[in-house]
């Protein structure tokens, strides 16, 4: 599938901005993003519910922008499950291939009991829907309404009326944010699994980065209309392109600090010259950042106070603990300047580390992130990286 | 209303006045019932009895049926409410989707139109209506009964308002399973809508099996009188001082509605009240 | 192999054909609708304004303009006077009587659990029952000498009057069924509005010692109603002011058109005197004074507040 340059406005507001999307055959996509960064609204122009203002949406190297939802040869699963209440859960399944394998006359009432092709068909469908709902699990439910499932089946149900299509692009819309947290990490398997299994292109939006991060080959993560950047999980993890991405992806949120570049290749953090050659002009602001797993910090005790290591690191207090048993959060505040850095630490040093110990906070250079004053990330060396770059698929 | 029971004085009050206003209620029904039961000369004594001494229930009610084709009147007032509703239904529920959950051009001014026909009454439109129908030469006929009900933009008004809650996933998803949108609004829609459909249904059955004026203005052959014009014409013509015969008429053209009330009460008093807006 | 970005151009042509398709869908399933309401509803509407200021009859192969003669000529007319004025009568009688008992029932039917569904069903009877042959029970009940009234009241040593041949009387008696007949639908509504009443408002009440019945009507059950009556006030005046069939069936406006109402001023002028172009002005005044009111519920509604 190969989006270029799609655009969509309501009204006065843009929502999507020129969005540029090349997706492999068979690949597992997960678009990233808070509440209105206009996710929704590009799995919607997909699927062809919505119309984009400029750009076109490609399967298969053919544009289907002038082509109606179902004649699209996608299928998609929504957050509400959309089942039809007045129908069964073998009706809902069937459906679909109802709409497609029979004629409109065939389909009118009474008429599959008269017309002996419709019955061939029928049988047909049958043994489709008893197909997918063996698969899903779901076979017991097939006799029932939609108000007599739980959650997990309705879940279960409207991914088999996606399935029984067998459509060449899958799409869903936030399909596990309407389930409690346990069922929402088993679901999340089943549908990787799934994924794996009937080998189509999945489009996957969510605004839930461990789901992002636990099922997909690449995430696309959007702010603002626009994608920053595309790439697999760890990559959005531990190398993202924006500072936007940084503080989205991981938990807790990245720590940053302000900085300015210093000549001759360091950054002046908090009154410390870190080295790090951005290549920018002095005197231009940037921003650190320090992923909390990657923030270690020490006490400050009369040994470790020596002048050799004041120069590389950061005084701090310690003003809140978070103990959750696997980890300790430690919230950390930086003197002389207006930040707290959450530093993860191992649980078993809890005594140790009392809220109001004086600490230090090693800066180390081969885990900092920098970004411009634009968000963009600057790495060492003076290169500038450009806005994601669609990896080769 | 008081979120706890009434005293035992105050609860046998309750209870007096409204079987008082209960006997008021049901005097005339059950007035008419008996007379229907009564020969005329037990009627002309004049004096105030409960059950008849002589039972003539059966030549009363035979009287009506000889004298009249009830059963013609009963089945016109049958065929014209059926297909007044079907038609209803037909025109109104895609509309009220359309109104709904469609874009279109003239959407809004189309809505606006509804909302000022909410406002007008039959009878202002009586007079063009029978004037348009008299030149397309179809007043007495069922058509001049049906047509001017086909539209009700009460109907639209209500519907739309169901189908707004309605989540527009479930019409999404139906597109996406290649339901067209006229499929949508029949295989989606109607059936998603039934209790909407069921309480405007009964409202509109109550309103055009009890309507008169219209009918009265419409239809000038016995024939396909409907049952309020069949018994209007009855005590005019054959049984206007036959009292027991005119009652035991009135209480044949009474009995399927109320007979269907009694069964089904409160999806009556709800279609009615639900509709009851209209005003 | 494809271009970056497709030109708006090729955009617009994609989507025509579905333009189109989805236009077609519109008016497939919006046009017959909307052609219907033009036929019965706005077309009409607009003839019944012209018609008002022309001379034209039933049948009649020509009209003649006569700006509003058909008014001033009605305005002037006694019938037609009576007839506004006895509309207005009926109405104010039967408005807050219906409304008042039909509040009262609503009120005293909730007060208690037993037998309430046996009071709501009597009282909603006559609402359903087919009105014409109400009306022809009713005339039998009030025969002077037969009638089911009048024997009753010579039982306890009253002589009762001819209700429906008294011109002073007439009147009143056909309110009087109005009222009988509309009740039980007020109180249904009314029922309605007091569900609608959090419980939790009478038990804040009764923390804050509002105690006897009467004072928890005052603080919460009025107050929380007052948009439900000015509703029902508003529905059962439009109701009203259609009342035609009773007067039809029963008094055919008299005696001395001591029970003449405004649709059967226009029943009769229109199509019984076939004087179209004056029945049309009295449809004018009759949708004056419907669309008035409408108005004025509509204000209401939108006015409405209180958990509505």
């Given at each position: 599938?190969?989006?270029?340059?799609?655009?969509?406005?309501?009204?006065?507001?843009?929502?999507?901005?020129?969005?540029?999307?090349?997706?492999?055959?068979?690949?597992f996509?997960?678009?990233?993003?808070?509440?209105?960064?206009?996710?929704?609204?590009?799995?919607?122009?997909?699927?062809?519910?919505?119309?984009?203002?400029?750009?076109?949406?490609?399967?298969?190297g053919?544009?289907?922008?002038?082509?109606?939802?179902?004649?699209?040869?996608?299928?998609?699963?929504?957050?509400?499950?959309?089942?039809?209440?007045?129908?069964?859960?073998?009706?809902?399944?069937?459906?679909?291939?109802?709409?497609?394998?029979?004629?409109?006359?065939?389909?009118?009432?009474?008429?599959?009991?008269?017309?002996?092709?419709a019955?061939?068909?029928?049988?047909?469908?049958?043994?489709?829907?008893?197909?997918?709902?063996?698969?899903?699990?779901?076979?017991?439910?097939?006799?029932?309404?939609?108000?007599?499932?739980?959650?997990?089946?309705?879940?279960?149900?409207?991914?088999?009326?996606?399935?029984?299509?067998?459509?060449?692009v899958?799409?869903?819309?936030?399909?596990?944010s309407?389930?409690?947290?346990?069922?929402?990490?088993?679901?999340?398997a089943?549908?990787?699994?799934?994924?794996?299994?009937?080998?189509?292109?999945?489009?996957?939006?969510?605004?839930?980065?461990?789901?992002?991060?636990?099922?997909?080959?690449?995430?696309?993560?959007?702010?603002?209309?626009?994608?920053?950047?595309?790439?697999?999980?760890?990559?959005v993890?531990?190398?993202?392109?924006?500072l936007?991405?940084?503080?989205?992806?991981?938990?807790?949120?990245?720590?940053?600090?302000?900085?300015?570049?210093?000549?001759?290749?360091?950054?002046?953090?908090?009154?410390?010259?870190?080295?790090?050659?951005?290549?920018?002009?002095?005197?231009?602001?940037?921003?650190?950042?320090?992923?909390?797993?990657?923030?270690?910090?020490?006490?400050?005790?009369?040994?470790?106070?020596?002048?050799?290591?004041?120069g590389?690191?950061l005084?701090?207090?310690?003003?809140?603990?978070?103990?959750l048993?696997?980890?300790?959060?430690?919230?950390?505040?930086?003197?002389?300047?207006?930040?707290?850095?959450?530093?993860?630490?191992?649980?078993?040093?809890?005594?140790?580390?009392?809220?109001?110990?004086?600490?230090?906070?090693?800066?180390?250079?081969e885990?900092?992130?920098?970004?411009?004053?634009?968000?963009?990330?600057?790495?060492?060396?003076?290169?500038?990286?450009?806005?994601?770059?669609?990896?080769?698929? | 209303?008081?979120?706890?029971?009434?005293?035992?004085?105050?609860?046998?009050?309750?209870?007096?006045?409204?079987?008082?206003?209960?006997?008021?209620?049901?005097?005339?029904?059950?007035?008419?019932?008996?007379?229907?039961?009564?020969?005329?000369s037990?009627?002309?004594?004049?004096?105030?009895?409960?059950?008849?001494?002589?039972?003539?229930?059966?030549?009363?009610?035979?009287?009506?049926?000889?004298?009249?084709?009830m059963?013609?009147?009963?089945?016109?007032?049958?065929?014209?409410?059926?297909?007044?509703?079907?038609?209803?239904?037909?025109?109104?529920?895609?509309?009220?989707?359309?109104?709904?959950?469609?874009?279109?051009?003239?959407?809004?001014?189309?809505?606006?139109?509804?909302?000022?026909?909410?406002?007008?009454?039959?009878?202002?439109?009586?007079?063009?209506?029978?004037?348009?129908?008299?030149?397309?030469?179809?007043?007495?006929?069922?058509?001049?009964?049906?047509?001017?009900?086909?539209?009700?933009?009460?109907?639209?008004?209500?519907?739309?308002?169901?189908?707004?809650?309605?989540?527009?996933?479930?019409?999404?998803?139906?597109?996406?399973?290649g339901?067209?949108?006229?499929?949508?609004?029949?295989?989606?829609?109607?059936?998603?809508?039934?209790?909407?459909?069921?309480?405007?249904?009964?409202?509109?059955?109550?309103?055009?099996?009890?309507?008169?004026?219209?009918?009265?203005?419409?239809?000038?052959?016995?024939?396909?009188?409907?049952?309020?014009?069949?018994?209007?014409?009855f005590?005019?013509?054959?049984?206007?001082?036959?009292?027991?015969?005119?009652?035991?008429?009135?209480?044949?053209?009474?009995?399927?509605?109320?007979?269907?009330f009694?069964?089904?009460?409160?999806?009556?008093?709800?279609?009615?009240?639900?509709?009851?807006?209209?005003? | 192999?494809?271009?970056?970005?497709?030109?708006?151009?090729?955009?617009?042509?994609?989507?025509?054909?579905?333009?189109?398709?989805?236009?077609?869908?519109?008016?497939?399933?919006?046009?017959?609708?909307?052609?219907?309401?033009?036929?019965?509803?706005?077309?009409?509407?607009?003839?019944?304004?012209?018609l008002?200021?022309?001379?034209?009859?039933?049948?009649?192969?020509?009209?003649?303009?006569?700006?509003?003669?058909?008014?001033?000529?009605?305005?002037?007319?006694?019938?037609?006077?009576?007839?506004?004025?006895?509309?207005?009568?009926?109405?104010?009688?039967?408005?807050?009587?219906?409304?008042?008992?039909?509040?009262?029932?609503?009120?005293?039917?909730?007060?208690?659990?037993?037998?309430?569904?046996?009071?709501?069903?009597?009282?909603?009877?006559?609402?359903?029952?087919?009105?014409?042959?109400?009306?022809?029970?009713?005339?039998?009940?009030?025969?002077?000498?037969?009638?089911?009234?009048?024997?009753?009241?010579?039982?306890?040593?009253?002589?009762?009057?001819?209700?429906?041949?008294?011109?002073?009387?007439?009147?009143?008696?056909?309110?009087?069924?109005?009222?009988?007949?509309?009740?039980?639908?007020?109180?249904?509504?009314?029922?309605?509005?007091?569900?609608?009443?959090?419980?939790?408002?009478?038990?804040?009440?009764?923390?804050?010692?509002?105690?006897?019945?009467?004072?928890?009507?005052?603080?919460?059950?009025?107050?929380?109603?007052?948009?439900?009556?000015?509703?029902?006030?508003?529905?059962?005046?439009?109701?009203?002011?259609?009342?035609?069939?009773?007067?039809?069936?029963?008094?055919?406006?008299?005696?001395?058109?001591?029970?003449?109402v405004?649709?059967?001023?226009?029943?009769?002028?229109?199509?019984?005197?076939?004087?179209?172009?004056?029945?049309?002005?009295?449809?004018?005044?009759?949708?004056?004074?419907?669309?008035?009111?409408?108005?004025?519920?509509?204000?209401?509604?939108?006015?409405?507040?209180?958990y509505?």
């Amino acid at each position: 599938m190969v989006i270029r340059g799609l655009v969509k406005n309501f009204g006065d507001t843009r929502v999507l901005n020129g969005v540029d999307l090349d997706i492999g055959a068979g690949e597992f996509i997960t678009v990233l993003g808070p509440s209105g960064c206009g996710k929704t609204t590009l799995m919607r122009i997909i699927a062809g519910l919505e119309r984009q203002d400029a750009g076109s949406v490609e399967i298969d190297g053919r544009p289907v922008d002038a082509l109606r939802p179902n004649e699209r040869d996608i299928a998609m699963v929504f957050q509400s499950y959309a089942l039809y209440p007045h129908l069964t859960v073998f009706d809902n399944i069937a459906l679909p291939l109802r709409m497609r394998r029979l004629s409109w006359r065939q389909r009118l009432p009474g008429m599959r009991r008269i017309d002996r092709s419709a019955q061939a068909i029928e049988r047909g469908i049958a043994a489709k829907v008893r197909e997918v709902a063996g698969l899903l699990q779901i076979e017991p439910l097939l006799a029932r309404k939609p108000a007599q499932l739980s959650g997990g089946q309705k879940q279960r149900v409207a991914v088999g009326r996606a399935m029984v299509r067998e459509p060449r692009v899958f799409l869903m819309d936030e399909p596990l944010s309407n389930l409690d947290a346990e069922l929402r990490v088993h679901m999340r398997a089943e549908i990787a699994q799934l994924h794996r299994r009937i080998g189509v292109t999945f489009i996957y939006v969510t605004h839930d980065q461990a789901e992002a991060m636990t099922m997909s080959d690449r995430v696309v993560v959007m702010m603002g209309g626009r994608p920053l950047q595309f790439a697999p999980p760890g990559d959005v993890y531990a190398d993202p392109e924006d500072l936007q991405v940084a503080r989205f992806v991981g938990s807790p949120r990245i720590n940053t600090l302000p900085g300015t570049v210093h000549a001759g290749g360091s950054i002046e953090v908090g009154g410390l010259a870190v080295p790090f050659d951005t290549g920018l002009a002095p005197g231009a602001q940037v921003t650190v950042s320090l992923r909390p797993a990657d923030t270690k910090i020490a006490l400050q005790t009369p040994d470790t106070a020596g002048a050799d290591r004041a120069g590389r690191e950061l005084a701090a207090t310690i003003v809140h603990r978070e103990n959750l048993g696997s980890d300790l959060f430690l919230h950390c505040r930086v003197e002389g300047i207006d930040a707290t850095l959450v530093a993860r630490e191992d649980p078993g040093k809890v005594g140790l580390l009392p809220v109001g110990a004086e600490i230090r906070i090693g800066l180390p250079v081969e885990h900092l992130l920098a970004f411009d004053a634009s968000g963009r990330r600057v790495r060492p060396g003076g290169r500038m990286t450009s806005l994601a770059q669609p990896a080769a698929a | 209303m008081t979120g706890r029971g009434l005293g035992p004085t105050a609860g046998a009050l309750r209870h007096v006045v409204l079987m008082a206003g209960a006997v008021i209620m049901l005097s005339p029904f059950v007035w008419m019932v008996l007379s229907s039961f009564k020969p005329q000369s037990e009627i002309l004594t004049a004096e105030l009895t409960f059950l008849p001494q002589r039972w003539a229930a059966i030549e009363n009610y035979a009287t009506v049926w000889t004298r009249v084709p009830m059963g013609r009147f009963l089945l016109n007032g049958a065929i014209v409410t059926a297909s007044i509703f079907a038609l209803q239904v037909l025109v109104n529920l895609p509309c009220a989707y359309a109104l709904a959950k469609l874009r279109f051009r003239g959407r809004r001014a189309l809505f606006a139109v509804v909302l000022l026909g909410l406002l007008i009454p039959i009878h202002a439109t009586a007079i063009p209506i029978y004037i348009l129908f008299h030149h397309a030469g179809i007043l007495n006929t069922y058509a001049a009964l049906i047509l001017p009900f086909a539209i009700s933009v009460f109907g639209i008004f209500m519907l739309r308002q169901f189908f707004m809650t309605v989540p527009d996933d479930l019409i999404d998803a139906a597109r996406i399973d290649g339901v067209s949108e006229i499929g949508i609004v029949w295989r989606v829609m109607l059936p998603t809508a039934m209790p909407a459909v069921t309480a405007f249904g009964i409202f509109s059955v109550v309103a055009h099996w009890n309507d008169y004026f219209w009918p009265l203005i419409a239809i000038g052959t016995r024939e396909l009188y409907t049952p309020p014009l069949g018994v209007a014409f009855f005590r005019l013509n054959d049984g206007g001082t036959e009292y027991g015969v005119l009652m035991a008429a009135a209480t044949i053209v009474i009995m399927p509605l109320v007979a269907a009330f009694l069964l089904a009460q409160r999806r009556f008093i709800e279609g009615v009240t639900f509709t009851g807006l209209k005003g | 192999m494809t271009p970056l970005v497709k030109p708006a151009q090729d955009l617009h042509h994609a989507y025509r054909r579905r333009d189109l398709r989805e236009a077609l869908a519109a008016l497939a399933l919006a046009g017959p609708a909307s052609a219907l309401i033009f036929v019965f509803l706005i077309a009409p509407l607009v003839c019944i304004a012209l018609l008002s200021l022309t001379d034209y009859q039933l049948g009649a192969k020509a009209l003649r303009f006569v700006g509003l003669h058909n008014y001033s000529e009605m305005f002037a007319d006694r019938v037609f006077r009576r007839s506004l004025e006895n509309t207005l009568i009926y109405v104010s009688v039967v408005v807050p009587l219906s409304v008042g008992l039909g509040l009262g029932a609503a009120l005293l039917i909730e007060a208690g659990e037993s037998l309430r569904a046996f009071y709501r069903t009597v009282y909603f009877l006559p609402v359903m029952a087919t009105l014409i042959a109400m009306a022809i029970v009713w005339e039998f009940a009030l025969h002077p000498k037969l009638g089911l009234v009048n024997l009753a009241l010579k039982s306890v040593g009253i002589a009762g009057p001819d209700w429906l041949h008294d011109r002073h009387i007439v009147l009143y008696t056909l309110a009087g069924i109005g009222v009988w007949q509309s009740v039980g639908f007020n109180m249904v509504l009314f029922m309605a509005g007091l569900q609608a009443i959090p419980r939790d408002l009478y038990e804040a009440a009764a923390v804050d010692g509002v105690s006897n019945a009467w004072d928890r009507f005052r603080t919460v059950t009025w107050p929380m109603l007052g948009p439900v009556s000015l509703f029902v006030i508003v529905i059962t005046a439009i109701r009203s002011f259609q009342v035609f069939d009773t007067v039809q069936v029963m008094t055919k406006g008299g005696p001395n058109r001591a029970s003449e109402v405004l649709l059967y001023t226009m029943y009769s002028e229109g199509f019984e005197f076939f004087r179209t172009g004056y029945a049309a002005a009295v449809t004018m005044v009759f949708l004056a004074f419907v669309l008035a009111l409408a108005a004025l519920k509509t204000w209401f509604l939108d006015r409405r507040v209180h958990y509505a």
